[in-house]
């Protein structure tokens, strides 16, 4: 089996509505979806985490790439990615994420020549219902009555809302307006809302310096919460943070040495492709296990990746901890079916061959031509301040 053609189409895919983060305000991503096109008719799908590596993949993975065998995972990855240690070095890393996800649709062709999904690829399921959490945050009004939620009773209405309708008991959540009274508020009337059994994950994206975190976590740590991502912008303010606070932290950075080095943060969670593949993620996912440290999957994925977190999760026993989930604000998807949903905070892992996942043609179309039409979408814009960046931390 030979590669015959990779084919990269960007994508627009909005939120209902539009949420507040550290860097502005967040209205919904712009992926590059990939398929690799084998000569027997096989084809693999894969999806990069933002669109700019799909010019990456076009421009220097694809040719790289057109007969290599695709089931030879380390002979394409080493006719495509310099060594990582020099790519640390440079500042050049954009070739390892945009074969990361090219690398994902290697292995959906081998989940298709081997007729099975992937799970049973990477040795079977220890679960096949796989958790997530419900997500939060402040929003702006959407046309179609999404969104609103700027005051914390609207957040707790909106949770309120998720449990009711599809039995959500785990909640993950943004309270980025650089306002710690307004945080703690809003945690201590979640608490109380949805009782003690439910599960509270906050995620601050680095938005407090090292004075204001601790007064927030001092304030929140009697309400139980799960685990708090980022709450400042380094590993060292972590570990002076953990003097203070019982509370788990997680991050994006997927600095494993430092973070064994210096005790925090305790978790990470990542994108398959942002760790340069599925390959090297299961290597960092047994390095966390060997190291005393806990990982989950990121979230904001389409269809594609968001099946190869089922997967890995089914497979992965060390893998205990609900991922993260845009699932209720995503209005469409590229995949049939899409975008999953959970229901009682599970997703069930596909069963087809592969990723068990199909591209909906229709879909394709639209949010290409979203793509087309609009151009890229912006996650660090800030209406308040338009052209200009904001700087860390906000408080």
């Not at 929140?220 to 991502?229: M, V």
């Not at 005393?292 to 060390?318: E, Q, R």
């Not at 975008?339 to 061959?353: H, I, L, S, W, Y």
């Not at 151009?375 to 800030?382: E, I, L, N, T």
Request: proline share 6%.
């Amino acid at each position: 089996m030979k590669i015959t053609n990779i084919r990269v189409t960007h994508v627009n895919v909005p939120l209902d509505a539009p949420f507040w983060w550290t860097a502005g305000l967040y209205g919904g991503a712009s992926k590059s979806i990939i398929e690799v096109e084998t000569d027997e008719g096989v084809v693999g799908l894969g999806e990069a985490p933002w669109w700019h590596f799909g010019e990456v993949i076009k421009a220097e993975i694809a040719p790289a790439l057109i007969g290599a065998d695709p089931l030879d995972i380390a002979d394409c990855e080493a006719r495509c990615v310099p060594p990582w240690q020099i790519t640390a070095n440079t500042g050049e890393n954009a070739a390892s994420v945009a074969f990361g996800a090219v690398e994902l649709a290697l292995w959906d062709i081998r989940g298709k020549v081997f007729s099975m999904p992937l799970y049973k690829v990477l040795g079977g399921a220890v679960r096949k219902d796989i958790p997530f959490s419900e997500y939060f945050s402040f929003r702006a009004a959407a046309q179609g009555g999404a969104g609103g939620e700027m005051t914390p009773e609207a957040i707790v209405d909106y949770c309120l809302k998720m449990r009711e309708e599809h039995g959500s008991t785990i909640f993950e959540g943004k309270l980025i307006m650089g306002d710690p009274e307004l945080e703690i508020r809003t945690v201590r009337m979640l608490r109380e809302a949805l009782g003690d059994k439910a599960q509270i994950k906050l995620d601050s994206n680095m938005q407090w310096s090292l004075t204001s975190a601790r007064w927030v976590l001092r304030e929140i740590e009697p309400f139980n919460i799960r685990n708090y991502e980022d709450p400042v912008a380094t590993f060292e303010e972590m570990a002076a943070l953990r003097q203070h606070s019982r509370i788990p932290f997680s991050t994006h950075v997927p600095d494993l040495r430092r973070a064994v080095a210096l005790g925090a943060p305790d978790y990470f969670v990542c994108n398959f492709a942002a760790l340069g593949g599925l390959s090297k993620t299961l290597k960092f996912i047994a390095a966390c296990e060997a190291m005393g440290k806990g990982f989950w999957c990121y979230s904001n994925d389409l269809g594609i990746m968001t099946a190869a977190y089922l997967h890995v999760v089914a497979a992965t026993p060390w893998i205990t901890e609900a991922s993260q989930s845009l699932f209720a604000w995503q209005i469409g998807d590229v995949v049939k079916d899409g975008p999953f949903r959970q229901k009682a905070n599970t997703v069930r892992v596909p069963e087809g061959d592969g990723l068990g996942v199909e591209l909906d043609p229709a879909a394709m179309k639209r949010w290409a031509a979203h793509f087309a039409e609009h151009g890229p979408m912006h996650h660090f814009s800030d209406p308040n301040n338009p052209g200009r960046y904001r700087r860390l931390p906000l408080n």
